[in-house]
């Protein structure tokens, strides 16, 4: 059998973490020995899509895993990313399939876990206050991330550059981890994310936290410059396509399953999964 790129990630076994992208690879192979379907995906969709059977599954940040498919580092049957505007030049079309919010997690044990709760706004902003975040040029919850520190910087309500300097970047597949095992007190991260820790979040304000199609006007005001071209703020959605019929089946769980889903933190709203058109 030809050594592939591919075939050394399913050799890999149960599970592999490496690189400062922060790859998290959950592979194997089927009972008669054949390779089953891969399928690349959002950081924060991990934990999910490990529960959904009939594929090997790698995450990393979309921007990196994006980037991955672009320079043929990966030949997955199936991707999912955290943002459909990431598929241009990787697929026509795609299935929106779940939303999602931005929170501040905080680790109940933290010492200034009391502060996050009752004021995060200005907790975020300290020294004192172990903050983590992801990177925005790796992954679209960093570059959201920034976005809502700029919202809420308009409004008058922190100031995004301190609090952004006062944060500690971190991989999204690593940022939860680090906060549950208390490496950090608070980290801007998805609701799912905190949601299958268990770890208590505080919501944030919908004008600001990307979760809203009626704040869709408040979320464009703020943009973020990635790879040459302007990225403005739009309501989070998740969204899934098969590369080959082989990944096809795995999609059809994936984007199907609504329950497993809303169980996990995610949003499903009633038209979804919605078929997408790529531009």
Request: hydrophobic fraction near 40%.
């Amino acid at each position: 059998m030809e050594l592939t790129r591919r075939n050394l990630l399913v050799g890999l076994g149960t599970t592999a973490v490496a690189g400062s992208l922060g790859a998290a690879v959950y592979g194997g192979v089927t009972d008669d020995g054949e390779q089953t379907p891969s399928a690349l995906v959002a950081g924060s969709l991990l934990s999910l899509a490990t529960q959904v059977p009939g594929a090997t599954v790698e995450a990393h940040g979309s921007v990196a895993a994006r980037q991955l498919l672009r320079d043929d580092l990966r030949d997955p049957d199936a991707v999912a990313l955290a943002d459909p505007r990431l598929f241009r030049g990787v697929a026509e079309k795609a299935t929106a399939f779940a939303t999602n919010a931005l929170v501040v997690a905080y680790n109940p044990d933290a010492e200034q876990a009391g502060a996050v709760r009752e004021d995060w706004m200005g907790a975020v902003q300290r020294s004192a206050v172990g903050v983590g975040r992801t990177d925005p040029a790796v992954d679209p919850l960093g570059y959201r991330t920034v976005m809502l520190l700029r919202l809420a910087d308009g409004e008058g309500l922190l100031d995004a550059d301190r609090t952004l300097d006062n944060a500690r970047i971190l991989p999204e597949t690593d940022l939860g981890n680090v906060l549950e095992r208390g490496g950090l007190d608070a980290a801007f991260v998805y609701r799912n994310m905190a949601v299958e820790r268990d770890l208590p979040y505080v919501s944030l304000p919908d004008r600001i936290d990307f979760s809203s199609p009626a704040a869709a006007d408040s979320y464009a005001r703020a943009s973020y410059d990635l790879d040459g071209r302007t990225i403005h703020g739009k309501p989070i959605r998740y969204a899934a396509t098969a590369l080959t019929d082989a990944g096809q089946p795995w999609i059809d769980r994936l984007t199907g399953g609504g329950r497993r889903l809303r169980e996990a933190g995610f949003g499903v709203p009633e038209s979804y999964p919605d078929r997408l058109v790529i531009e």
